[in-house]
């Protein structure tokens, strides 16, 4: 079946400082790779998103990269800021016509002044 | 446009009681899903409908029905609660890969 596997958290770092979180999944066919981004008290926020191969999804200065031959969706940044604490989730939607999307488990980050 | 709304916010019930959860969505998107997000399991789907008048299992359904009457609309029954479905609950809408979420509803059962 699909599954998802982030490192786990909470990923702790200084404001500026550069940002890695790990997503690798499993998944028959090509799947669709998405990170959402849940800020505390609310719902998730599509963040980004790829659907082939070599593509880079960005946005806020986020990015993530779809390696289908390493089967990972890496989220980077290259300087958080406090804004940016949240729990992150990596998700995939198989190419079925279900459309539901299978989650991580979520990485939660903190970034302190 | 609203997006999507969940009620209610937050709510507590103790064992073998029942209640209803509510979505709605006003962008017209034919597909809609339940899941629950539990402490370092991430989002799991409860069932998810098609279009109206469908709906289907996902991977939690046991202990909860479904109901999709009118399109904008998506209906989470539980009939007799169990501490077990102490979670929060989301609720989210697409029409393609995106989804969108609702804010979530918190329930408690005792």
């Known amino acids: 079946g699909n599954s998802v596997t982030q490192m786990e958290g909470p990923v702790t770092l200084s404001e500026e400082a550069f940002l890695t979180i790990n997503c690798t999944y499993t998944?028959?066919?090509?799947?669709?790779l998405f990170w959402y981004v849940q800020y505390p008290g609310e719902g998730l926020q599509l963040l980004l998103k790829?659907?082939?191969?070599?593509d880079k999804g960005s946005n806020k200065g986020f990015e993530a990269t779809y390696r289908k031959e390493t089967t990972s969706f890496h989220l980077e940044k290259g300087s958080v800021q406090v804004s940016d604490s949240a729990v992150y989730f990596c998700a995939l939607n198989p190419d079925t016509g279900r459309r539901a999307l299978t989650f991580g488990s979520g990485t939660r980050l903190q970034v302190q002044p | 446009n609203a997006g999507v709304t969940q009620t209610p916010k937050f709510r507590v019930l103790k064992t073998g009681q029942s209640m209803t959860l509510l979505c709605a969505q006003d962008m017209n998107h034919e597909y809609m899903y339940w899941y629950r997000q539990d402490p370092g399991m991430g989002l799991r789907l409860i069932h998810y409908s098609v279009g109206e008048g469908t709906t289907a299992k996902g991977e939690v359904p046991d202990g909860y029905n479904v109901s999709r009457l009118k399109k904008q609309n998506f209906l989470l029954g539980l009939e007799s609660a169990a501490p077990s479905q102490t979670s929060v609950y989301f609720c989210a809408s697409s029409y393609s890969s995106q989804k969108y979420f609702g804010p979530g509803t918190r329930l408690l059962v005792l």
């Open positions: 998944a028959t066919g090509y799947p669709s």
């Open positions: 790829a659907t082939k191969a070599d």
